[in-house]
Structure formats: C-alpha cells, structure tokens
C-alpha cells in the first residue's frame, strides 16, 4: 500500500513542501509549494523612547504557506497522508501562556539585541564548562543568549511563560498542539547536555531559565501527536501522525549525504549558512575543540562535529541590496556568470567576519573589511561575488584542517548537500581549495533527510542506511575534480593571514 509523507522545511529565507511516496520499493520525491520569507526589520521606540531596530519573523505568513502545501497535496496527490515531519533554521523561538497565546512576535536571530549576550552568558556560567556539558560553540544566537534576554528585559511577560515553544515545535503546535523537541534541535541551543539528551539543569538554573517551560525532548524519529481534527476537517484529509524528524534542517541535510566513510568524509550543508563539519559517534569536547568554537550537534544517531560559516548569506544581501536599487531581482545563475567573468582573487574576506553578520549595507562592509586588510575595493558586482565564493572556498579548507585535527581524521572527499550545491562555481572553487573530489547533491537534502526520519519512525525501515538506499536513486549527484593546485595554495596562504 503506497504511503505518502510530507517534509516541510523552512530555511532562514524560504520554505518548500516536498512529498516522499513510497510504493513497495518505488519511491517518488516531488515539490508541491515553494514560497520565500525574510526577517523583517522595525524601528521601535523601547521604554525609554530610545528608537530601535527589531528584526522579526512573520510566522503567521509563513503558517499560511504551511496550510497552502497540504491543500495542494490534498488537491494534486492524495486524499489521505500518513506523515508530516518540520525541519527549520536552528535559532529562534517563541513562549506561550496557559491559554496558547504568543508572548509577542518572533524574533529573528539577526536581532541586534543580541549582538553583547554571549558576554552576558559567560558571566553566569564559566564558559569551558557549558562547552563540557554542550558541546555547543558561543555564537549571538544560541538560544541560551535569546532566553536569557528575555528573563531579564521582558520581566513582566516572562511571569506569564507556560512554556518556550523551538521554532519547529511552533508550527508543530499549530499543527496539532503538539510542544516537544527533537534532540537535533533540542542540541544546538547551548541549553542541552550533549551526553544526556536532557535539558542540563545545570545552565538552566545559572540562567534563571525554570526547567518546567522546557520542551520535552524526544528521538528524531518520535510520533508526537496527530494534526487538530478541526484542521484535519477544514483541509479535507486524515489526521495525519506528527513525527519529530531531525528537526534543525542541517540535521536533516547531514542525515541525506551519500556518506560511505564518515571518517574521511567532510560535508558541507550550502545555503544561508554553511554548515562544515563531519558526522562523529560521540561529542569532542577538547580544549582544542572549545578554543576552535566547533559545535557538537545532534544528528540522527551520531554527532555533527561542525562550524557555522556565514555561507552565501553574503550574496543573498547582496542581490536584496541591487534589487532595491534595479527594481528588480537579478537571477541566481546571472549571479553566477557575472562571478565567472570577473578576475581571480582581486579581493578575499573573511566570511565569518563579524562586520558582516547583519550590516546595514553588504557591499559597504566588504569595502570597510578589504580597505582595512590593505586590499582593492571590488569594483563592479562580480568583483564582490567572486570574491564571496573564492573565499567561502578557502574557509571551507581552514575549518577543514581544524574538524581533522580535533577529530584525529583527515579528509579525502566533500559531500556538498542543500541549495548550495546547485552552484558549480563555488563546488568547483572547493575542490581546488581542499585539494580532494567534491560530490555535490542531493540539492533538496534537508527534505529527503525530513522524510527518510520520518519513515524510520512510522517503521517503514529499521535503519538510516536502509531509508538512504530507497530514495538514493531520485537525486543525481555531480563530481567536481581539484584543479590549479599551486594558484589555490598560494591564495589559502594569503587568505590565513587575511582572517583577523
């Protein structure tokens, strides 16, 4: 009997609902919806009449979009679904009351409120010893950062917190009611011990955060409930089962890549983010590992020894930035020709730089970044992409060399999975940096990965390994070869001494 599964994966800048059907061993992978979503920025005037910038989601429209993929499923595939399963961005959050209702809007996690938290959260708790407990690298938006600024600037609403609803969990509980959190998610708020799989009470009470408004934490892979049966009714379906997947999308997208040998094996999931890093059966949590802010994050069955990098985030401001000036937004394979027309390695940056984390103008933070390194200001729009992916390129190899060395592996082949890989360029640009093969797809991971958990919930297989040979064959995967060895040496020297 053919069973129907749907993935809702939402990214920090667009969501999609795919299907995963299954008919004895025939699988289908098919897009329904697709839509794009942003933060959104304010100016408000806080209590002191002091304007300030506040960057929100809007998860209303983004519910809606939800809504629109299960009636396109009941209209175009089927009258009945077994599954749903959420995977989002891994920051974010938002509390509710005793009645439901939201505590305010929601907060992006590029909300400069956060930009001084991390200091705030190391005064609380030594800093080497959450990582002990953790395993989680100190970035601005940690959830840890985010709660903690609301226990101290929201005193009045924080007295009406029934419970802190994960950014999946939301739309889980608007789907069914549903609060719990998968330990993928559950993982990289700097909030969980990485051993335990348990909320480290711990940092909760350094925190002022009360144990009792924390999700319950289950297996990626858990039935956590049904859809409402008003909504179930309005849509025309079945009450289809809830199944917390790898619900942090990287998570996901990791759980997808056609791994044969983790040990040699690097992965790189592309989007917004850039998720470097390799799948490892037990946390590192050295001070080689603490000194080099590597995250040990949860995956389905393992660990994601990764770093974040700020991925192509950099471009995606860039084309919002000429859009508003065009009129109009340029293509994404545009983008790309115009990169390739444009010299190499006139300007290289630090992606990670902190000056380009949410700046008011992309370009001119790549300005200030190449005029305070003593290097030419890009002097046309390729000039800035190129100098974007070779630099992404040379990152990828310097966050290599670090995973290696705390981890005791080295590496002989990258696996690019997610949206990113759909870029030749900048697949290309990382076999020359690193020097090995890369294999880049599935290009839609983070939803195969959504759905290969939630059949491993529903039973369908008894191993990752077995759901990963079903749907293998519905995604082509393209080989880059490393060329120009000495030129990409030459710039890797260069670009150590850039990185500040």
């Known amino acids: 009997m053919k069973k129907h599964l749907l993935a809702i994966d939402l990214g920090a800048s667009g969501g999609k609902c795919f299907t995963g059907s299954f008919d004895k061993e025939e699988f289908l992978f098919q897009e329904i919806h697709r839509f794009g979503h942003e933060g959104v920025s304010f100016f408000i005037p806080d209590r002191k009449g002091c304007v300030r910038e506040r960057t929100?989601?809007?998860?209303?429209?983004?519910?809606?979009?939800?809504?629109?993929?299960?009636?396109?499923?009941?209209?175009?595939?089927?009258?009945?679904?077994?599954?749903?399963?959420?995977?989002?961005?891994?920051?974010?959050?938002?509390?509710?009351?005793?009645?439901?209702?939201?505590?305010?809007?929601?907060?992006?996690?590029?909300?400069?409120?956060?930009?001084?938290?991390?200091?705030?959260?190391?005064?609380?708790?030594?800093?080497?010893?959450?990582?002990?407990?953790?395993?989680?690298?100190?970035?601005?938006?940690?959830?840890?950062?985010?709660?903690?600024?609301?226990?101290?600037?929201?005193?009045?609403?924080?007295r009406l917190v029934h419970r802190f609803l994960p950014i999946p969990s939301l739309f889980y509980y608007y789907l069914g009611g549903s609060s719990q959190v998968d330990s993928s998610w559950a993982s990289v708020t700097q909030l969980m011990d990485a051993r335990k799989k348990e909320w480290s009470e711990e940092i909760l009470d350094a925190l002022g955060i009360p144990l009792g408004i924390m999700p319950e934490i289950v297996p990626p892979g858990t039935q956590i409930g049904t859809i409402h049966e008003a909504l179930a009714n309005f849509l025309g379906l079945n009450r289809a089962a809830l199944v917390a997947i790898g619900s942090h999308d990287?998570?996901?997208?990791?759980?997808?890549?056609?791994?044969?040998?983790?040990?040699?094996?690097?992965?790189?999931?592309?989007?917004?983010?850039?998720?470097?890093?390799?799948?490892?059966?037990?946390?590192?949590?050295?001070?080689?590992?603490?000194?080099?802010?590597?995250?040990?994050?949860?995956?389905?069955?393992?660990?994601?020894?990764?770093?974040?990098?700020?991925?192509?985030?950099?471009?995606?401001?860039?084309?919002?930035?000429?859009?508003?000036?065009?009129?109009?937004?340029?293509?994404?394979?545009?983008?790309?020709?115009?990169?390739?027309?444009?010299?190499?390695?006139?300007?290289?940056?630090?992606?990670?730089?902190?000056?380009?984390?949410?700046?008011?103008?992309?370009?001119?933070?790549?300005?200030?970044?190449?005029?305070?390194?003593?290097?030419?200001?890009?002097?046309?729009?390729?000039?800035?992409?190129?100098?974007?992916?070779?630099?992404?390129?040379?990152?990828?190899?310097?966050?290599?060399?670090?995973?290696?060395?705390?981890?005791?592996?080295?590496?002989?082949?990258?696996?690019?999975?997610g949206g990113g890989s759909k870029n030749r360029m900048l697949n290309q640009f990382t076999a020359d940096a690193l020097g090995v093969p890369v294999v880049a797809g599935p290009d839609e991971a983070t939803a195969a990965g959504n759905i290969m958990v939630q059949a491993l919930g529903l039973g369908m297989f008894s191993t990752l390994k077995g759901a990963q040979q079903c749907v293998a064959g519905a995604f082509p995967l393209e080989t880059c070869l490393p060329e120009k060895k000495e030129l990409w040496e030459k710039q890797y020297n260069r670009f150590k001494q850039i990185c500040r």
């Open 56 to 158: 929100y989601w809007d998860d209303t429209a983004i519910y809606h979009h939800v809504i629109r993929g299960l009636q396109i499923f009941r209209r175009e595939i089927a009258p009945s679904l077994d599954s749903i399963g959420v995977d989002t961005w891994g920051a974010d959050g938002q509390f509710i009351t005793n009645d439901g209702d939201l505590l305010g809007k929601v907060f992006c996690y590029r909300d400069h409120r956060l930009d001084s938290m991390i200091d705030e959260v190391k005064k609380c708790i030594d800093a080497r010893r959450v990582y002990e407990l953790t395993g989680i690298h100190f970035q601005p938006f940690n959830e840890s950062n985010q709660i903690l600024w609301f226990v101290r600037n929201r005193p009045e609403l924080f």
């Open 250 to 417: 990287t998570a996901s997208a990791f759980a997808a890549a056609p791994v044969e040998d983790p040990d040699e094996s690097l992965i790189v999931s592309s989007g917004t983010w850039s998720l470097v890093g390799k799948l490892v059966p037990e946390p590192v949590t050295t001070r080689e590992a603490f000194e080099g802010n590597i995250s040990n994050e949860g995956g389905v069955g393992n660990i994601r020894l990764l770093k974040n990098c700020m991925g192509t985030w950099l471009v995606q401001e860039l084309r919002r930035q000429w859009a508003v000036e065009d009129g109009k937004e340029t293509d994404w394979a545009e983008l790309v020709a115009l990169a390739d027309k444009a010299p190499q390695f006139t300007s290289l940056i630090d992606p990670d730089d902190p000056s380009f984390y949410n700046p008011q103008n992309m370009a001119q933070a790549i300005d200030a970044f190449c005029k305070e390194t003593a290097q030419s200001v890009p002097e046309n729009r390729g000039m800035y992409l190129r100098a974007i992916y070779e630099s992404l390129a040379l990152k990828y190899r310097l966050v290599n060399e670090l995973i290696c060395s705390v981890s005791n592996t080295s590496t002989r082949k990258v696996h690019i999975v």
